[in-house]
């Protein structure tokens, strides 16, 4: 069984930065590809960025490309989203899930504000 549980959110002024990390319990990340959804009020979670295993190689939903950097740490079994130029339509609950997601691995989720 997988958990992976996401910290790091918070309340940032438009033009700001948050970096989200996403902790994984599993034997090895090194094969797994993860992935950071968002669900924003009134709307349906969608996938906003991926990364693969080795060699990773990356994804980003089209309105976050040039903002967010998604990287991940194999040894410490954790991604991490470094969300940048903070928009106020970023605000969300964010996930992260295996890619494609698996329904069973969904948790809390870290909630990121942008407002100003």
């Known amino acids: 069984q997988v958990q992976l549980v996401e910290s790091g959110g918070g309340l940032v002024q438009p033009g700001g930065s948050l970096r989200l990390s996403c902790e994984v319990s599993a034997y090895t990340l090194d094969y797994y590809a993860i992935g950071w959804f968002r669900q924003a009020p009134g709307k349906e979670r969608e996938g906003v960025s991926c990364i693969t295993g080795s060699p990773p190689s990356t994804w980003y939903e089209d309105s976050v490309k040039g903002r967010f950097t998604i990287s991940r740490d194999n040894a410490k079994k954790a991604v991490y989203l470094q969300m940048d130029s903070l928009k106020p339509e970023d605000t969300g609950m964010y996930y992260c899930?295996?890619?494609?997601?698996?329904?069973?691995?969904w948790g809390q989720g870290t909630q990121v504000t942008v407002s100003s």
């Open positions: 899930n295996t890619w494609p997601y698996n329904r069973q691995y």
